[in-house]
């Protein structure tokens, strides 16, 4: 079985491997865009501003707010954040390339004394007790090496009535999937190193934030107003996916895959974009 240590390799490797596509595709952003009307009449730019300020309003950030980006990336959505509404915000990732850019792009927005970042991993952090007012993780989630372990240092470094946000994907259960798919859908999961999404069942998730202690969860999809920046994605892998299968080097072009594949899981409902939100009780039961 896989531990933490040898997950995190994997983590880091697939996002070193996949940073010329992530610049090139998404400008370096790494979540899916937010399409108000569902169908694709914005750029993809604007739709992932939009799915920044969805965070921002089901978080109830405010500027006083000490809030923690679980998985930032290269920053673009703490910098946005840190700037669109003046809360201070630390980042924390487990692949080093990411935090030098971070870095650079506070800098490059003036956000630097509000955005810090550090490379550290988010189920298992050097933060004291009780120390956030928010805390989010968007598309981030997913890469946790155990879905529970993590829930639980989230609840501890949240404040007292702190809030908490997932956006991330659920998943049907296995007899949803079709032999063929299920077949992709485990390569894509293995090669994106997704450890935890096969906790992440429609209709169950919420299930493991109660067990954690969390309270008023709610959860929200949204799959149809990300399905056009889904779509847009699996247009432009059509053409190289012909090569991809035709020459079955599915798992050495995984996110050309990925494209291709989610999006007809997504068409079908058996893939699906939530939006979660929990909080850590005011009040806690004394043992």
């Known amino acids: 079985m896989e531990n933490a240590e040898q997950h995190h390799k994997r983590v880091v490797s697939y996002?070193?491997?996949?940073?010329?596509?992530?610049?090139?595709?998404?400008?370096?952003?790494?979540?899916?865009?937010?399409?108000?009307?569902?169908?694709?009449?914005?750029?993809?730019?604007?739709?992932?501003?939009?799915?920044?300020?969805?965070?921002?309003?089901?978080?109830?950030?405010?500027?006083?707010?000490?809030?923690?980006?679980?998985?930032?990336?290269?920053?673009?959505?703490?910098?946005?954040?840190?700037?669109?509404?003046?809360?201070k915000i630390v980042g924390v990732t487990i692949v080093p390339f990411e935090i030098d850019r971070a870095r650079i792009l506070a800098e490059k927005l003036e956000v630097s004394q509000n955005a810090e970042y550090y490379l550290m991993d988010y189920s298992k952090t050097n933060f004291e007790d009780n120390k956030f007012d928010a805390l989010y993780a968007i598309e981030s989630f997913v890469h946790s090496p155990?879905?529970?372990?993590?829930?639980?240092?989230?609840?501890?470094?949240?404040?007292?009535?702190?809030?908490?946000?997932?956006?991330?994907?659920?998943?049907?259960?296995?007899?949803?999937f079709t032999n063929y798919e299920q077949k992709m859908w485990n390569l894509i999961v293995e090669r994106t190193a997704m450890g935890s999404i096969k906790n992440m069942r429609h209709g169950s998730f919420a299930n493991l934030l109660k067990k954690q202690g969390f309270e008023c969860i709610i959860q929200k999809d949204i799959s149809q107003n990300v399905l056009p920046?889904?779509?847009?994605?699996?247009?432009?892998?059509?053409?190289?996916?012909?090569?991809?299968?035709?020459?079955?080097?599915?798992?050495?072009?995984?996110?050309?895959?990925?494209a291709i594949e989610v999006y007809n899981l997504a068409r079908k409902g058996i893939f699906k974009y939530n939006i979660f939100t929990a909080k850590k009780p005011k009040k806690q039961n004394e043992n």
């Open 15 to 87: 996002f070193k491997e996949s940073r010329l596509g992530y610049d090139l595709v998404l400008g370096g952003v790494k979540h899916f865009g937010y399409y108000p009307d569902k169908i694709n009449n914005i750029s993809e730019k604007k739709a992932q501003e939009l799915m920044q300020d969805m965070l921002a309003e089901n978080l109830g950030i405010k500027k006083n707010h000490l809030i923690l980006d679980a998985g930032c990336g290269q920053g673009f959505v703490s910098a946005y954040l840190a700037r669109k509404c003046g809360c």
């Open 146 to 176: 155990e879905a529970t372990a993590t829930l639980r240092e989230f609840f501890r470094i949240l404040k007292p009535g702190g809030k908490l946000a997932i956006f991330d994907y659920t998943i049907s259960a296995d007899r949803e």
């Open 229 to 258: 920046s889904i779509r847009k994605l699996n247009r432009l892998a059509k053409i190289p996916y012909i090569f991809v299968d035709s020459l079955r080097l599915h798992k050495h072009f995984i996110n050309v895959t990925a």
